[in-house]
């Protein structure tokens, strides 16, 4: 039940995109609004060829053929002249192709023949000996003004392609009642098919759709031996949209319907074409960033989903607004002015979201230079934890408090990162302090047994091992050990760096050596005596209770 109540929508969304280009066809155009001061109003809309060529299907096709004949060129009067004007609606209304939405509403026309820029083409006609262009030309009327007018060139052809005409009209197909009945001025068998005609085409591609479906599944079970294939859908919804335009352009070349309806119908097909075609690139869009995804994970290119995401929103916008352009060019509506007030409307969006911008290139650029990933040890400042999600915008990085800090990318891009976890080994670097009183003898012993307790370690890069006695302290005398520990990361070597401090107490107390204490002075203070007052006493070692 859901499944068809979104597809009525889906028919009912796209008839309503329909019903302006119904009404644009099926109502007698005045005058254009833009039309100059100077130049005097024609009543019958013959200041635009898009004017004379509608006003005189929609005269004609309510069988005013004398209010029809003023739109002619001719010097027939009254009777002829009404004759003839049937006649070149009959042709017209038959054989004329549904190129209506191209003609111009401009008082100049359209200029498409610098030579002829007083004609415009209507369209052409296929007849039994050759094709028949048929024109409108502007014509000075005196104090009517210029009136663009069927010309006389054409007219003289008429007579000749009406007796050509010998397509079967649906109008004598149909019951009377459905082409006499009308409401809102389109024929009631129009309104039928629009309501019910678009929504039975669009079930029937449904019912197509299935039964491949269960042909294809019902192989597939077959060839690979396997009963649990589910049958999905094997034309989507954009699919069965172009199947639905496509069903009815051969309907409308089959049948003999008048020119406004099949000029509804091409435009209709039109319409629902760049809408399928718009909704077929974007779901090619969504399945190309999801198999991208599946890539990026396996080899553990987190940072760059989100690259993906704002890409696709990128591409889509562009798409619909390719689509929208598409669809004004179609109808001859000017695009220009729109055009100007984005342009003018991204540089104001652009100045006030500076920051956001700085922060989305900042995430581009981190992305592209993989300068950390998602699971990296980060120290930012002084901030320092894991790295949870790179995104546009922000790197969020939870700490080892475990909160979460969203640094804005704009400030990492211009910080220094260290990055803790792209390390290759680990620095194991104790200094030990040993007391004074240790001979020279236990010295040399401690040095050699840490040498060589290091060198037989397995978890140590062996030309990086280093102990020397370093220097004499203040209270203890000092050895350095220096060394690279290969480990997998922190954990590991936490473990690895254990054993080798207990190895290293372990040798020197075999070897009778103690660790210094630090000293600390105490001070005592007197108030009888100043002189002995701040006077060190004695010294102590770290650790000592004094009392």
Known sequence: MKY????SCLLFLVLLLCFPVWAQLGVRV???ATAQPEVPKDPLGRSAPRGTVLGFLTAARDGEDELASQYLNTRLRGHDAAVLAHQLFTVLDRRLPPTLNQLSDKPEGSLSNPLKPDQELVGTINGENRDVDIFVERVDRGKSGFLWLFS??????????????NVVSVDNVLPQFLVTTRLGGIALFEWLAVFVGIPLLYFLTILLSRLISSLVSLLSRRLYRKRDLANSDFFPVPVRLLLLAFFIHWITSKVGL????????????TVITIAASVWLL???ARWAEEHARRRLRSRNHTGAISMLLLARWVFDLLVVFAGLLVTLHYFR???TAALAGLGVGGIAVALAAQ???E??????SLIFDQAVRVGDVLKVGDTQGTVAEIGLRSTRIRTLDRTVVSVPNGQIANMSLEDLSTRDKFWFHPILALRYGTTTPQMCTVLEGIRSLLEESRHLQPDSVRVRFLRFGPASLDIEVFAYVLARDWNQFLEIQEGLLLSILQCIESSEVQFAFPLQTILAASSTSNDVAGRPLFNVPTGKQTH
């Open 355 to 357: 920051k956001t911008l």
């Open 258 to 269: 008048p020119l406004l309806a099949r000029q509804f119908w091409s435009s209709t097909a």
């Open 4 to 7: 068809l109540l979104a597809n």
């Open 282 to 284: 974007i779901l090619f």
């Open 30 to 32: 005045l005058a254009p």
């Open 333 to 335: 509506v000017n695009a």
């Open 359 to 364: 922060n989305v290139i900042g995430g581009v």
């Open 152 to 165: 006389s060139k054409t007219l003289d052809a008429i007579p000749d392609l009406y007796d050509q005409v």
